[in-house]
């Protein structure tokens, strides 16, 4: 199973963006997507994440700002950030569970996009 992730990169104070993974390989059932983010000098953090029957949970700091959906058909998962902030500077990670057929949850990594918020 891999992970492709895109859309990182510089962008100003209250500007947007969208990033994209896109998972591939053997994929059996997936049980959700997602995303992580990784500050300088803090511990990684869930941003946001989307369940296969659509259900979102999103972290305090991104609710009204951010939006994660899903094409189910091409296995990608978006981000759309609106708003952003300083505080968002981040290398963000995407996650994808598997469910296997005797109810294992596998968890798979993407390998990271930097987003850089600053003017």
């Known amino acids: 199973v891999q992970l492709q992730a895109s859309g990182g990169g510089l962008v100003q104070p209250g500007g947007s963006l969208r990033l994209s993974c896109t998972t591939s390989g053997n994929i059996y059932t997936i049980n959700s997507m997602g995303w992580y983010r990784r500050a300088p000098g803090k511990q990684r953090e869930l941003v946001a994440e989307?369940?296969?029957?659509?259900?979102?949970n999103y972290a305090d700091s991104v609710k009204g700002r951010f939006t994660i959906s899903v094409d189910n058909a091409k296995n990608t998962v978006y981000l759309q950030m609106n708003s952003l902030e300083s505080e968002d500077t981040a290398v963000y990670y995407c996650?994808?569970?598997?469910?296997?057929?005797?109810?294992?949850?596998?968890?798979?990594w993407g390998q990271g996009t930097l987003v850089t918020v600053s003017s």
């Open positions: 989307i369940t296969n029957g659509g259900s979102t």
């Open positions: 996650n994808t569970q598997l469910r296997s057929d005797y109810g294992f949850l596998y968890d798979y």
